[in-house]
């Protein structure tokens, strides 16, 4: 290689350099900017993790420790000074509604799932659960307590043959056995019905002096 080729290359090579300088100084913040925002995105996810997983264990050891008082009174009153989030909130609330009917506290455990059945921060199969639990609660008042129940006890509700069932009960209660009959019969013949509900409305037909039309296979 000649000394004006090795010349020329030098100087090329330097104008490289020197329009790299150019651009670093140009543009080099937006790859430090980028690096400060990869790098404390990273850090704020894992400490979010962190925070959650936190949050969820101080819950679940409020929640253990809660339910270890034998005094349902003092039970109910730890779970409802339990701090929770999401899901959390509805297991928390049905087991302070459960400790409250245990101390036969009704009002307080009525209002207790009422507050659950209309927080929509909340999954909706919870809201459906306590509205259910709500309308189960032993009540003075008992045409509300009916009507609470037929409110659920609507075709494809979750809870409605669970529901149909209360009602079951309800009418045999109030001395009206074609009623009754008539329920759990629509409760043994339904699809979606599980072995024990089915079980449970036999017997009760059979004991209110109805009969159970097996049917008969082809």
Do not use: H
Request: hydrophobic letters at 50%.
């Amino acid at each position: 290689m000649s000394d004006t080729d090795s010349f020329i290359d030098e100087v090329t090579d330097e104008v490289r350099r020197d329009a790299l300088y150019r651009y670093i100084r140009r543009y080099g913040w937006l790859a430090v900017t980028a690096v400060v925002v990869l790098v404390g995105g990273a850090a704020y996810n894992e400490y979010t993790k962190a925070t959650k997983v936190a949050a969820a264990q101080a819950t679940g050891d409020g929640i253990l420790a809660a339910m270890s008082d034998d005094d349902p009174d003092a039970r109910a009153q730890a779970l409802a000074g339990v701090q929770a989030e999401g899901a959390a909130v509805a297991v928390t609330k049905l087991l302070t509604a459960a400790a409250q009917q245990e101390a036969s506290d009704y009002i307080g455990a009525a209002a207790t799932l009422q507050a659950l059945a209309t927080n929509m921060d909340v999954p909706e199969i919870y809201r459906d659960l306590a509205a259910f639990k709500s309308a189960t609660l032993p009540n003075d008042d008992a045409d509300a307590r009916k009507l609470a129940l037929e409110t659920l006890a609507q075709p494809g509700a979750p809870f409605y043959l669970l529901t149909l069932e209360q009602i079951g009960l309800m009418q045999v209660e109030e001395g009206d056995t074609e009623a009754a009959i008539a329920t759990m019969k629509t409760i043994s013949e339904a699809a979606g019905a599980s072995r024990g509900l089915i079980e449970r409305a036999q017997t009760l037909i059979v004991a209110l002096g109805g009969e159970i039309v097996v049917p008969v296979a082809e």
